[in-house]
Every structure is written in structure tokens, then in C-alpha cells.
Nanobody, 124 residues
Framework: QVRLVESGGGLVQAGGSLRLSCAAS????????MGWFRQAPGKEREFVAA????????YYSDSVKGRFTISRDNAKNTGYLEMNNLKPEDTAVYYC?????????????????WGQGTQVTVSS
């Protein structure tokens, strides 16, 4: 059983920063890619960022590129999403996801494992 637990969400003013963490257990974290997705009320869950098993390859959505940074620490079985210059449109529930592949992927259908989500709210 794979378990992913996000933390670090909260309320922040526009222009502020947050760092999300994703603690993994139940399988070899370092062997698989991981990603972050988000879902705002009334909208589809959308891709935010992905990182390969080694951390050597990363992908970002156009809306967060240059502001967000995905990283991982395989020794700690933990992934991170550093979010800077936050905007009100970044408000959503953020989900950590574990892939079935070693390489970074953007589609949610390549992620069989999901955390429960953490709320990020950016006020204007």
C-alpha cells in the first residue's frame, strides 16, 4: 500500500511563498517519478509539476514556470514544491502523486497513487 501525505499548505498573501512537502511510504520512493497537481473549485484537476525518479528531469505547467520549483530527497522519501510569487489564481487544493513510471510525466492518468491534498489559498 502506497501512502502519500502532503503538508505545508495554508493562507498567504499575493506575492508570498509556501513550501509543500509530500512524505511517501509503502514502496521504494526513489524508483518512481512524482508530480504535483491542483484542483480549484469547479475545475478539473490540472498538472502543476513533475520530476523524474532521479530528480534530473522536471516539467512545469506554463502557469507556474519560473515561480514554482519541484524537488525531491530520495533519502528522506519526500518530495517538495516550492511556490514563490503566489497569485490568487494559484488558490486550489494541491495533490502529490506517485507515478508508475521512472520518467516525469504530465498526465494524471500516469499517476496511480495520490495524497489527500492540502489547501493553498492566496489572498489579493
Amino acid at each position: 500500500q502506497v501512502r502519500l501525505v502532503e503538508s505545508g499548505g495554508g493562507l498567504v498573501q499575493a506575492g508570498g511563498s509556501l513550501r509543500l512537502s509530500c512524505a511517501a511510504s509503502g514502496r521504494t520512493f526513489s524508483g518512481y517519478a512524482m508530480g504535483w497537481f491542483r484542483q480549484a473549485p469547479g475545475k478539473e484537476r490540472e498538472f502543476v509539476a513533475a520530476i523524474s525518479w532521479s530528480g534530473g528531469v522536471t516539467y512545469y505547467s506554463d502557469s507556474v514556470k519560473g515561480r514554482f520549483t519541484i524537488s525531491r530527497d530520495n533519502a528522506k522519501n519526500t518530495g517538495y514544491l516550492e511556490m514563490n510569487n503566489l497569485k490568487p489564481e494559484d488558490t486550489a487544493v494541491y495533490y502529490c502523486a506517485g507515478s508508475s513510471t521512472t520518467y516525469a510525466v504530465r498526465t494524471k492518468y500516469d499517476y496511480p497513487y495520490w495524497g489527500q491534498g492540502t489547501q493553498v489559498t492566496v489572498s489579493s
